[in-house]
Protein backbone atom coordinates (compact mmCIF):
# COMPACT_ATOMS: atom_id res chain seq x y z
CA UNK A 1 0.00 0.00 0.00
CA UNK A 2 0.49 3.51 -0.65
CA UNK A 3 0.82 5.61 2.61
CA UNK A 4 0.26 9.45 1.79
CA UNK A 5 0.78 12.25 4.46
CA UNK A 6 3.61 11.16 6.52
CA UNK A 7 3.39 14.31 7.56
CA UNK A 8 0.20 14.68 9.97
CA UNK A 9 2.04 11.53 12.15
CA UNK A 10 5.26 13.17 11.86
CA UNK A 11 3.55 16.26 13.08
CA UNK A 12 1.42 14.44 16.11
CA UNK A 13 4.73 12.67 17.84
CA UNK A 14 6.08 15.63 18.20
CA UNK A 15 3.25 16.71 20.55
CA UNK A 16 2.81 13.32 21.75
CA UNK A 17 6.20 11.45 21.72
CA UNK A 18 4.90 8.06 23.04
CA UNK A 19 3.13 7.93 19.90
CA UNK A 20 6.61 8.17 17.43
CA UNK A 21 7.43 4.13 17.80
CA UNK A 22 3.99 2.69 17.27
CA UNK A 23 3.21 5.35 14.05
CA UNK A 24 6.67 4.00 12.72
CA UNK A 25 5.71 0.46 13.39
CA UNK A 26 2.04 1.32 12.01
CA UNK A 27 3.44 3.04 8.30
CA UNK A 28 5.95 -0.01 7.75
CA UNK A 29 2.80 -2.24 8.09
CA UNK A 30 0.83 -0.51 6.20
CA UNK A 31 3.60 0.03 3.52
CA UNK A 32 4.23 -3.82 3.30
CA UNK A 33 0.10 -4.87 2.94
CA UNK A 34 -1.58 -5.34 0.01
CA UNK A 35 -5.18 -5.25 1.35
CA UNK A 36 -7.44 -5.84 -1.68
CA UNK A 37 -10.57 -5.22 0.65
CA UNK A 38 -11.92 -3.92 4.33
CA UNK A 39 -11.97 -7.94 4.60
CA UNK A 40 -8.10 -8.17 4.20
CA UNK A 41 -7.36 -4.97 6.74
CA UNK A 42 -8.98 -6.48 9.42
CA UNK A 43 -7.69 -9.75 9.26
CA UNK A 44 -4.50 -7.89 9.63
CA UNK A 45 -5.97 -5.60 12.22
CA UNK A 46 -8.55 -7.04 13.93
CA UNK A 47 -9.47 -3.41 16.20
CA UNK A 48 -9.69 -1.69 12.97
CA UNK A 49 -13.18 -0.07 12.54
CA UNK A 50 -14.44 -0.22 9.30
CA UNK A 51 -16.10 2.58 8.92
CA UNK A 52 -18.63 3.94 5.85
CA UNK A 53 -17.20 5.79 2.55
CA UNK A 54 -13.52 3.67 3.24
CA UNK A 55 -12.62 5.47 6.27
CA UNK A 56 -11.19 2.67 8.73
CA UNK A 57 -10.26 3.86 12.37
CA UNK A 58 -6.95 2.35 13.92
CA UNK A 59 -6.12 2.33 17.47
CA UNK A 60 -2.68 3.72 18.35
CA UNK A 61 -0.56 3.14 21.59
CA UNK A 62 -3.38 0.24 23.39
CA UNK A 63 -5.94 2.53 21.86
CA UNK A 64 -4.40 6.01 23.83
CA UNK A 65 -4.83 7.78 20.56
CA UNK A 66 -6.78 7.16 17.36
CA UNK A 67 -6.06 7.21 13.64
CA UNK A 68 -8.33 7.91 11.19
CA UNK A 69 -7.73 6.96 7.33
CA UNK A 70 -9.27 6.68 4.08
CA UNK A 71 -8.33 3.81 2.43
CA UNK A 72 -8.40 3.13 -1.81
CA UNK A 73 -8.38 -0.99 -2.00
CA UNK A 74 -8.36 -0.53 -5.90
CA UNK A 75 -5.40 1.66 -6.24
CA UNK A 76 -3.13 0.38 -3.03
CA UNK A 77 -3.62 3.73 -1.16
CA UNK A 78 -3.71 4.80 2.26
CA UNK A 79 -4.05 8.83 3.59
CA UNK A 80 -4.08 9.71 6.85
CA UNK A 81 -7.08 12.05 7.08
CA UNK A 82 -6.66 12.45 11.24
CA UNK A 83 -5.00 11.94 14.56
CA UNK A 84 -5.80 13.00 18.30
CA UNK A 85 -6.78 11.25 21.52
CA UNK A 86 -9.54 8.59 22.11
CA UNK A 87 -11.25 11.33 24.17
CA UNK A 88 -11.05 14.18 21.24
CA UNK A 89 -12.36 10.76 18.79
CA UNK A 90 -15.42 10.68 21.16
CA UNK A 91 -15.89 14.04 20.63
CA UNK A 92 -15.55 14.08 17.32
CA UNK A 93 -18.20 12.97 14.48
CA UNK A 94 -16.33 9.77 12.53
CA UNK A 95 -17.74 10.39 9.42
CA UNK A 96 -16.36 13.51 9.11
CA UNK A 97 -13.12 12.82 9.73
Known amino acids: MHLISRKMLREFWATHPDAENP ?7 VERGQWANSAALKAMYGSASILDDKRVVFNICGNKYRLVVWVHYRYG ?6 I ?14
Open 77 to 82: RVMTRW
Open 84 to 97: GTHKEYDGAKAETL
Open 23 to 29: LKAWAKE
